[in-house]
């Protein structure tokens, strides 16, 4: 148990998708509570088949998916379960995803572009969800394309609170690989006491994954470089960003980030990379295959079950993170 308890009178029920059921189970710990026994599989055309072996009649449904590859298999997954409780009559549907899928598509930059992530959301409601629960989203106006509430996790303090255990007697400097991330940086510096520096860098709209890095403002000289990102995809970005650090003079340089997406070059750019330390949290599986020297995974499981608390005996998911920033 994590310092809380479940209150009797209310019926708490954990359900877990199938694509990284470790953590469910590694959140239901911590909560003293276990996975409702499910039956899911698919059928020899690729459709899925969802049952749940418990009645969920009245329940506070919490379902956990990571929605991790095959993206599109565990985001469909996830919406039949959300149906399959509405239609057993669960009280209330909350959808845990520590990872937000389609996130990037958050708006149309050219014409004739879909908004992914808006479609996302109005798909979790229509299917009967009617609380959602994320973690460290791409951008935080996501939250309003979800007619309901959303829980906003943030995984600042678990990275910060490393971070500071490991270099917190160096000379640090955190850096934003964008202007996007600016805001993010500027709590890692509040909560770090240090400086904060940004790279200057231009995408091309019609290559997905390609970067072209272009300067760093601000000073980091024989420091200690924090770079710190929402998720690394195939490590080009975050990369290209610490090899520019170390060509203006930085000691060395450690790399965060929430979502360890980790696709194709992925490992072997960050493994070959002068990087001294890439951290990320558990909120997608990351194989042993996926591993190398060098990688710290932490575990984002006590953070997601102390905010399914609150939400369960209606206390507050802001006070988790009072004093983070």
């Known amino acids: 148990m994590n310092g809380f308890t479940i209150s009797s009178s209310k019926n708490l029920m954990l359900f877990s998708g199938r694509a990284f059921p470790e953590l469910a189970d590694d959140i239901g710990k911590d909560l003293g509570v276990l996975p409702v026994p499910t039956s899911a599989y698919d059928f020899a055309n690729g459709e899925i088949f969802v049952r749940f072996e418990e009645s969920v009649r009245g329940s506070d449904a919490f379902v956990v998916q990571s929605v991790t590859t095959p993206v599109n298999t565990w985001i469909m997954e996830t919406l039949l379960m ?58 935080a106006q996501i939250q309003g394309f979800f007619d309901g509430p959303v829980d906003h996790l943030f995984a600042l303090p678990l990275l910060a609170d490393h971070v500071q255990a490991q270099y917190g007697d160096r000379d640090l400097v955190v850096v934003s690989p964008d202007a996007g991330r600016v805001r993010v940086a500027e709590r890692w510096t509040d909560r770090l006491g240090c400086g904060l520096a940004i790279i200057h860098k231009r995408r091309d709209p019609k290559v997905p994954n390609e970067v072209k890095v272009g300067e760093v403002v601000g000073q980091v000289t024989g420091k200690t470089c ?38 194709g070059p992925a490992m072997d750019r960050l493994k070959n990379s002068r990087t001294v330390e890439v ?33 369960f005996e209606d206390g507050s998911v802001t006070s988790l993170f009072d004093g983070a920033a």
Do not use: C, W
């Open 226 to 263: 924090i770079l710190v990102d929402d998720m690394i995809d195939t490590g080009g970005t975050i990369t290209k960003a610490a090899e520019l650090l170390f060509e203006n003079g930085a000691a060395e340089v450690v790399v965060t980030a929430t979502h360890g997406v980790l696709s």
């Open 279 to 311: 951290v990320v949290t558990n909120t997608l599986p990351i194989g042993n295959h996926q591993r190398f020297d060098g990688l710290t995974v932490l575990s984002i499981a006590p953070l997601i079950a102390r905010a399914i608390s609150e939400v």
């Open 82 to 139: 959300v149906d399959a409780l509405k239609r057993a009559s669960a009280k209330r549907i909350t959808v845990v995803m520590p990872f937000y899928p389609y996130a990037r598509q958050d708006k149309k930059h050219r014409g004739r572009e879909p908004i992914s992530a808006r479609l996302i959301a109005d798909m979790f409601k229509t299917a009967g969800a009617n609380r959602l629960m994320t973690v460290d989203l791409h951008t």
